[in-house]
């Protein structure tokens, strides 16, 4: 008779998600450490899309470098002492082409009516969405946008009341090219 023994497969750089995107970038980390745990001592066995990986203890690493780009699922199964097996568990890595996102966020503008640099606003490569946040140097928000495509004209608020030249800070968020949120803060300093 077989019984069913738990245990846990814990990720410990995704803070228990089940699963994992991988960039082929220059300087992403592609090497990775696999760790699960049981109450029990016994043999550990990992695979790759059914392929056999490592008959050995709790933790396996793998440099997903050697993967061309796809869907892999990584799983571990464990017999205990007494010949007992618990259900396998599963864990999804996915391997994607490098598509980096990039922010340039201006740290100065003119808003002085030339048609020239007469707004702010982020410069996007590769991000799904996002909003910014302006804020004065007393922590007050005086602009804010849903739309990293439109501008800041320096105003306060929908108002229309123009802000004084100085130096503001700036919050973006947004979600990168393959779905992550990211954030990035700043400032800008405005002169007409």
Same mark, same amino acid.
């Given at each position: ?33 696999? +760790? ?13 899309? #059914? =392929?056999?990986?490592? &008959? @050995?203890? !709790?933790?396996?690493?793998i440099?997903?470098?050697?993967y ?7 799983t ?47 410069i +996007? ?8 946040i302006?804020?004065?140097r007393? #922590? =007050?928000?005086?602009? &804010? @946008?849903? !739309? ?42 405005l002169l007409r």
């Amino acid at each position: 008779m077989k019984l069913l023994l738990t245990f846990i497969l814990s990720l410990i750089f995704l803070f228990g998600n089940s699963q994992q995107i991988i960039q082929l970038c220059e300087f992403e980390k592609k090497e990775f450490t696999y +760790t699960t745990y049981s109450q029990e001592s016994g043999l550990f066995t990992w695979d790759i899309n #059914g =392929e056999f990986l490592s &008959e @050995s203890g !709790n933790n396996v690493t793998i440099n997903w470098v050697n993967y061309p780009t796809g869907n892999y699922t990584l799983t571990v199964y464990f017999e205990n002492l007494s010949g007992c097996y618990s259900e396998p568990v599963t864990f999804n890595v996915f391997i994607v082409e490098c598509r980096e996102s990039f922010i340039y966020a201006p740290n100065a503008f003119t808003p002085d009516g030339d048609t020239y640099n007469d707004e702010w606003k982020p410069i +996007t490569f590769n991000v799904e969405s996002g909003n910014y946040i302006i804020f004065n140097r007393w #922590g =007050e928000v005086i602009y &804010e @946008s849903y !739309n990293l495509d439109v501008g800041w004209p320096g105003t306060y608020g929908l108002s229309g009341q123009i802000v004084k030249d100085g130096v503001y800070v700036y919050v973006i968020e947004y979600l990168n090219a393959i779905g992550l949120k990211e954030k990035m803060v700043g400032h800008i300093t405005l002169l007409r």
